[in-house]
């Protein structure tokens, strides 16, 4: 199993990025793919996620508006799209897969079977 999270990067406050999570391994229709984020000396929080088999998605009230989660499903790899943001939002930013079952657990960490190394989100004020 794999899960690989990249499109990190350093940007100004109010500019753009997008993040990619390539899987592999493991029955993606199975699973709800989720991205959280860890900033330093803070607690691991989810940000958003996504049931891959119906489209069902779900945002942190702090980047509703502002970020949007999609999936390429044929490409097994998920994407977060992230705009206006904020030096708040700098951290590192990891994907995980949730067994579907589970969804309305989406921000617990200790739900999702498998997580991926993380990509750093810096945002510059």
């Known amino acids: 199993v794999q899960l690989q999270a990249s499109g990190g990067g350093l940007v100004q406050a109010g500019g753009s990025l997008r993040l990619s999570c390539a899987t592999s391994g493991f029955t993606f229709d199975d699973y709800a793919i989720g991205w959280f984020r860890q900033a330093p000396e803070k607690e691991r929080e989810g940000v958003s996620c996504?049931?891959?088999?119906?489209?069902?998605?779900f945002y942190a009230d702090s980047v509703k508006g502002r970020f949007t989660i999609s999936s390429a499903n044929a490409k097994n790899t998920v994407y977060l799209q992230m705009n206006s943001l904020k030096p708040e939002d700098t951290a590192v930013y990891y994907c995980a897969a949730l067994p579907r079952r589970l969804l309305r657990l989406w921000m617990l960490t200790g739900e999702y079977d498998y997580w991926g190394h993380g990509t750093l989100v810096t945002v510059s004020s």
């Open positions: 996504i049931n891959v088999s119906d489209g069902r998605t």
